[in-house]
């Protein structure tokens, strides 16, 4: 028997230091999962805060896209698709309808805008004459942030608008307003396709001498910006 008891006695300090090392290493491994969880959101919120600062850097803005985006200049052609004269004159499909302008922007939503338009209406009574018209306008220009590649502006002001009929002398000239709504899609860098409305609106003369000038316009073209 007291061999035994001694083999016991004996065997008992083993198992114990076995307990204590299995104990040892599953704290050990739940502090270090902890540690990971902790680390993992830190990781992650880095992650994303360089990915965010990579994109703003070429957002043309103030302060890596903190602040308001740098002032830009544009400038475009457009090419009136249909054209409907306020006058007797018939609509233009894919005629001699055109315009060019510039854009300037000092602020990221207001901005101005400066049009040439020259447009061309074939007579009612005979088509191989047309009215032909020259419009010069200034707008004020608002623009809708997206915060994608999509942009929409609408503008307003005024303009002096020059018609002049198939048959007599008489240059019909009158200042007109002018609106426009536009859409815009980034095609590139500098590049953008646009689209939009196109309003010239007035009259000149009195009594029985006096004649609409203006048109409706719907056009599509290019906006070239740096």
């Not at 805060?49 to 308001?68: D, L, M, P, Q």
């Not at 005629?95 to 302008?101: D, I, L």
């Not at 608008?161 to 008489?170: E, I, K, L, Y």
Request: charged share 15%.
């Amino acid at each position: 028997m007291k061999p035994t008891l001694i083999v016991k006695v004996e065997f008992l300090p083993s198992l114990l230091q076995l307990r204590a090392g299995a104990w040892a290493a599953l704290i050990s491994c739940g502090t270090l999962g902890l540690l990971g969880g902790a680390m993992l959101p830190e990781a992650h919120a880095q992650d994303v805060s360089s990915a965010t600062e990579a994109a703003t850097k070429t957002a043309g803005s103030v302060f890596k896209g903190v602040g308001r985006r740098y002032p830009s200049f544009h400038m475009g052609l457009d090419f009136m698709a249909l054209s409907t004269p306020h006058y007797s004159a018939n609509r233009a499909v894919f005629g001699s309808q055109y315009s060019f302008w510039g854009e300037y922007w000092p602020q990221d939503a207001f901005g101005v805008k400066g049009i040439y338009a020259s447009q061309k209406y074939p007579d009612l009574s005979n088509a191989s004459l047309s009215h032909a018209t020259t419009t010069l306008a200034f707008l004020g220009k608002y623009r809708f942030d997206t915060g994608s590649d999509w942009h929409f502006t609408v503008g307003g002001g005024i303009g002096s608008s020059d018609r002049n009929p198939p048959t007599g002398t008489d240059l019909k000239s009158t200042s007109v307003l002018v609106t426009e709504m536009r859409a815009g899609l980034k095609a590139s860098e500098f590049l953008w396709l646009e689209g939009g409305v196109l309003v010239l609106d007035g009259h000149s003369g009195s009594g029985s001498s006096a004649a609409r000038v203006g048109s409706t316009s719907y056009g599509f073209g290019l906006n070239f910006g740096f």
